[in-house]
């Protein structure tokens, strides 16, 4: 209730901050905080995003992994991996983007990267070299440049070269979600290489014919196709390349859990996308955070108003609630991201905005 007009009145703008400084330091003395000095920093109108766009050419990125193969053995260094480190998150050990990771790993000829598990879960780009091995709870799976590779949480898993050339691949990582939740677990194996104990080929007969064996059920984190090739998926997406496609992002598959139907991995999703020629997205921008890598072909992506020039190899991080859109060079592009839309999906904190105003040229069917 308010005080007759006629008491003396307090004056607010005179009195209130010192008695609030003073009172927010006894406050602090209690290990508290009053809500309403801090509102403006907690409830954001729109996601604040520490997170900066940035683009790492793969001719800067190669001669670093080559040097990096001298100083230290896969041994050594438990996986020789190069983070890609976002320039806005560089005070956080392993962050690309807010809750995502991505590196590049080589395994050079006879190396042999020790047998691990751990809870982040991971997915693995392959770049360059053919017939390396990943073993993964306990199938051995032989990759080629573009295979998608999954490491579910808690899989043991190795890596090993007995070919003549490097293999290198990029790896994508929950760490930091996983980091703050405070669910980090991390064990060695006994061995350096977990026993090979059944035929990941056959993975594709179980899961993914059209058919499958009566009974059969999958209860792991993550999908049970562990190795979704590179032929397979390609050849997919160029017998869908006349569909109907997003006027954000051209054809876009998402590599697909056959065992329900949703991401391949619980907290993040991957998908591969072809641009056409000349094809200019439109704009978009969602919760999700985006890590692109460059499978084929050369073009551009704005993002914030900035235009990041990519070309095969090259990898390019697209923050959460970024405006952001694809630009295809002359010739067909196919781009491969992984992203934490599956989190945010599952947390009913997806968000999309779209713009319809950006259309300018190429053909965005
Ligand atoms: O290959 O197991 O880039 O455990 C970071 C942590 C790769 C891996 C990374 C890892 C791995």
């Not at 000095?37 to 670093?64: G, S, Y």
């Not at 993550?222 to 998926?233: H, N």
Request: with cysteine.
């Amino acid at each position: 209730m308010r005080e007759p007009i006629d008491q003396p009145q307090p004056d607010p703008v005179a009195l209130l901050p010192d008695r609030e400084a003073d009172f927010a330091a006894r406050l602090q003395d209690q290990s508290m905080r009053a809500l309403w000095h801090v509102l403006a920093d907690v409830m954001t109108e729109n996601p604040v995003q520490p997170a900066v766009p940035h683009l790492w050419r793969w001719r800067d990125v190669a001669p670093l992994v080559n040097e990096a193969g001298d100083l230290v053995t896969a041994e050594e260094a438990d996986r020789r991996a190069l983070m890609l480190i976002n320039p806005g998150l560089a005070h956080l050990p392993a962050s690309t983007t807010a809750t995502l990771f991505a590196g590049i790993q080589s395994v050079l000829p006879g190396e042999i990267a020790p047998a691990h598990r751990h809870t982040p879960s991971a997915l693995r780009f392959v770049i360059a070299g053919e017939g390396a091995y990943t073993g993964v709870a306990g199938n051995e799976m032989r990759v080629s440049p573009g295979d998608l590779v999954l490491t579910p949480n808690w899989s043991w898993h190795d890596h090993g070269n007995d070919t003549s050339e490097p293999v290198v691949w990029l790896d994508c990582l929950d760490t930091p979600l996983v980091l703050m939740l405070n669910a980090v677990f991390y064990q060695r194996h006994e061995q350096v290489r977990h026993p090979v104990t059944t035929d990941a080929q056959m993975s594709w007969e179980r899961w993914a014919s059209g058919m499958r064996p009566v009974g059969q059920t999958h209860d792991a984190y993550g999908s049970p196709i562990l190795s979704y090739p590179w032929a397979k998926a390609r050849a997919t997406l160029h017998a869908l390349r006349d569909e109907p496609v997003s006027p954000y992002d051209g054809v876009i598959l998402e590599y697909l859990n056959p065992a329900d139907g949703g991401s391949v991995l619980p907290t993040s999703s991957a998908y591969l996308q072809l641009l056409r020629p000349g094809q200019r997205t439109w704009a978009h921008r969602h919760v999700s955070s985006a890590i692109y890598h460059v499978a084929e072909g050369r073009g551009s992506t704005t993002i914030d108003g900035q235009t990041y020039d990519w070309a095969e190899g090259d990898s390019f991080v697209v923050p959460g609630w970024s405006w952001h859109q694809h630009n295809a060079g002359s010739g067909e592009a196919v781009l491969f991201s992984y992203t934490d839309a599956a989190t945010m999906r599952k947390l009913g904190l997806e968000r999309t905005e779209e713009r319809t105003d950006e259309r300018t040229t190429g053909d965005s069917r």
